[in-house]
């Protein structure tokens, strides 16, 4: 069996060992599927193979929407009677090494022996060089599945985590190692989408680059702001930063900013 089938028995198991809770990987079987059908795909050995990872993958994508036990247990136990049949179907075929698995290498054959110098004597005598080892190939890089028990610690384990963060965790609703991990991003910022201040368009997130003309902090009834005027040359900005005052005193006069 190749890396990522073996891989899907485990995780199976496991989720079953844990009563189909859908906690077997972090970010349940949807977030396993989106990563395991990729490399199921490249090791598929036949139409059937591939027919039988596409199945798992929808299965899979909705596995959480599944609420009552006894239907994860039968997608669960349905998959895993389906993999003991693939292996039975495919018995002794092989397979190219996937990602993961160590490639099985013919033994090297040995160096050839130097041979002991002999004494110094009349006549010199010449020694054929020992033939040159080759060097070892590189061991793949095997992927380890993640520890439940880690997983379940509170977030307080993890280094320079105290009560005032774990509270500020809490309430997005992450208690342990495992949930924080579970917390995505909710967006993504192209930094690399870059407009002069003149082609600007309301509402857009771009990147800008401009000298600093001004800058000053005033306080108001909410806080302190630090307002500056930044200008590129074809047009001029005004840059609001929200209680940081000490900006007021970095941001000098030409110094070049990228907002």
């Known amino acids: ?133 080759p060097a070892p190939e590189p061991e793949p890089d095997v992927v380890e599945e993640a520890n439940p028990a880690l997983l379940a610690r509170p977030v307080t384990a993890l280094k320079g985590v105290g009560p005032k963060i774990a509270e500020k965790l809490s309430r997005l609703g992450a208690g342990t190692i495992g949930e924080l991990l579970a917390i995505y991003p909710r967006r993504y910022d192209d930094y690399s989408l870059m407009k002069p201040i003149n082609r600007l368009v309301y509402g857009e997130q771009v990147t800008v680059v401009g000298t600093v003309w001004e800058a000053r902090a005033r306080r108001t009834r909410t806080g302190e702001i630090v307002q500056a005027q930044v200008s590129d040359g074809t047009g001029r900005v005004q840059v609001t930063w929200f209680n940081q005052p000490w900006l007021a005193n970095q941001l000098k006069a030409g110094m070049q900013i990228v907002l």
């Open 1 to 133: 069996m190749t890396a990522a089938f073996r891989r899907l028995q485990r995780v199976l198991k496991l989720e079953r060992k844990q009563g189909y809770q859908n906690k077997a990987v972090v970010g349940g079987m949807r977030q396993l599927a989106v990563f395991w059908v990729t490399q199921a795909r490249e090791e598929a050995l036949d139409e059937a193979d591939r027919a039988f990872v596409e199945q798992t993958a929808d299965l899979l994508m909705g596995y959480d929407r599944l609420a009552a036990a006894a239907k994860r247990a039968e997608v669960v136990l349905g998959l895993l009677e389906r993999l003991e049949a693939r292996e039975q179907r495919l018995g002794g075929r092989s397979a190219a090494p996937a990602v993961g698995e160590r490639a099985a290498r013919p033994r090297k054959p040995a160096p050839p022996r130097r041979a002991k110098r002999a004494q110094p004597s009349t006549r010199a005598e010449t020694l054929e060089p020992a033939a040159a080892t």
